[in-house]
């Protein structure tokens, strides 16, 4: 069973940084893109970064300069580090990853892992 798993949310003061991280897990062929998305109480998952498995990296503007996003192909992991945390950035942060298993490519998603930015 494929699946990704994410871990390092938490509690944060403003202008704090936090680390996610999100590891996929199973029989994985390949995996291509992988993203982080953003979901914030009341409102819409949006797309934060993506990244292609050449390295090739996009942001939203909201997080450009602050956001980095990185992957370790080795260890199927993407990583999501979050500087200069705003009250804005409280949201469940989802991992997103276009892998293929088996012969099928396939779009999965994390249970989501939650960043609370405090004053």
């Known amino acids: 069973q494929v699946q990704l798993v994410e871990s390092g949310g938490g509690l944060v003061q403003t202008g704090g940084s936090l680390t996610l991280s999100c590891t996929a897990s199973?029989?994985?062929?390949?995996?291509?893109?992988m993203r982080w998305y953003s979901q914030a109480p009341g409102k819409q998952r949006e797309l934060v970064a993506s990244?292609?498995?050449?390295?090739?990296?996009n942001y939203a503007d909201s997080v450009k300069g602050r956001f980095t996003i990185s992957r370790d192909n080795a260890k199927n992991t993407v990583y999501l580090k979050m500087n200069s945390l705003k009250l804005d950035d409280t949201a469940i942060y989802y991992c997103?990853?276009?892998?293929?298993?088996?012969?099928?490519?396939?779009?999965?998603w994390g249970q989501g892992t939650q960043v609370t930015v405090s004053s």
């Open positions: 990244i292609t498995n050449g390295g090739s990296t």
């Open positions: 997103n990853a276009d892998m293929m298993s088996s012969m099928m490519l396939r779009n999965y």
């Open positions: 199973g029989s994985i062929r390949s995996i291509s893109t």
